[in-house]
């Protein structure tokens, strides 16, 4: 291709492409740019990037600014806000690179996708995704206690009158008969304890009670006495967290534990929570000795395997501004992180 294919190529891309040279400065931009923000390209020349961003997205800038420079390639498009001429926002998608000449940094060139009307849908998607979550929350917590305040105590009460009857009649009755009453307690206990296990496992009231940390340690206790699968729990001293934040990482463990128990073949398992200062999150990794998997190129095709649970956790971390990674390596286990802010967005902005 001739140099003036290339050029026409650039002029009618379908995506905004710009190249600012090391001040920041704009010395190329081609139509795209111009729908973009708003400018004609005659006044786009020689315009700083930084009248084009908000105080939030100058300091994003400047971090892939610094990264570029340091060597570190940006592989992904990352997303940015920027201001249009009219002073309106809109949300883009990134792609940044370094230009070098001669081994010496000479400019940056960006491409960049409008993004502002598909961001709208996520977000709107992703609240009332949301708003059922919360739903189904508090439909598992009615249940509980429901199951908790009658149906258990019902329970509970024809277990006592069972053994009172028992005592009472074990004087008189014919050992086969009371054979089949002591058989007709066990049960009843047992019908107890199945209902006790599914209402904490619906909403269990130490979260509530006490707290993520006690709550994440009686999920341990469980599965290891119910599988026999040695579970270590850590923690760091951690900031009080809001009650969603909690729950949402609650729910993460509950599936990561479930998935270990029905699927791995570990014997042993960890959960650490670690409390990351400089950047105020919260970090928790989940980690078995189990047979692992292979993991697709991107962790969105698992829904596409069936695997819906690990595709839950991933949206359950999504809703408070979380982020999960998930490694797996066939013979040596699987490891789950989850990173996530201490407040929620509009705790943090009040």
């Not at 891309?13 to 704009?26: E, L, V």
């Not at 009307?117 to 189904?136: M, S, V």
């Not at 054979?179 to 130490?206: F, G, H």
Request: glycine share 4%; charged share 30%.
């Amino acid at each position: 291709m001739s140099r003036q294919d290339y050029e026409e190529l650039f002029i009618n891309a379908s995506d905004a492409i710009w190249i600012q040279d090391m001040m920041g400065n704009i010395t190329l931009a081609n139509k795209a740019s111009e729908k973009l923000t708003g400018y004609p390209a005659s006044e786009l020349m020689g315009k700083n990037v930084d009248e084009f961003l908000t105080p939030e997205a100058l300091v994003l800038a400047r971090e892939v600014k610094s990264k570029l420079l340091s060597g570190e390639a940006m592989d992904e498009r990352y997303e940015q806000q920027i201001i249009r001429k009219d002073g309106s926002e809109a949300i883009v998608q990134l792609a940044t690179r370094l230009i070098v000449a001669d081994g010496k940094p000479q400019a940056f060139q960006h491409m960049a996708c409008d993004i502002t009307e598909e961001k709208k849908l996520r977000d709107y998607l992703q609240f009332y995704l949301r708003e059922c979550l919360k739903a189904q929350e508090e439909e598992r917590k009615r249940l509980a206690c429901e199951l908790h305040d009658d149906t258990l105590q019902m329970i509970l009460l024809i277990c006592r009158h069972i053994d009172d009857l028992a005592s009472k009649a074990s004087d008189y009755l014919p050992q086969e008969l009371r054979d089949e009453v002591e058989k007709l307690y066990e049960l009843s206990e047992q019908t107890y304890q199945c209902l006790k296990r599914y209402a904490q496992a619906l909403r269990p009231r130490i979260l509530d009670d006490l707290g993520l940390l006690p709550a994440l340690k009686w999920l341990a206790q469980e599965l290891t006495d119910l599988a026999d699968i040695k579970i270590q729990v850590e923690t760091d001293a951690i900031p009080p967290l809001p009650s969603e934040i909690q729950l949402v990482l609650f729910r993460i463990a509950q599936e990561a534990l479930h998935n270990i128990h029905r699927h791995s073949g570990a014997s042993e398992a960890s959960i650490t929570l670690e409390y990351q200062k400089d950047k105020n999150k919260l970090k928790m990794t989940i980690t078995d000795n189990g047979k692992g998997f292979e993991l697709p190129k991107r962790l969105s095709d698992l829904a596409h395997q069936g695997k819906l649970g690990i595709t839950g956790m991933m949206e359950r971390a999504q809703l408070v501004s979380g982020k999960l990674e998930l490694t797996s390596q066939i013979g040596k286990g699987t490891q789950i992180i989850v990173r996530t802010p201490t407040k929620l967005y509009s705790e943090s902005n009040d």
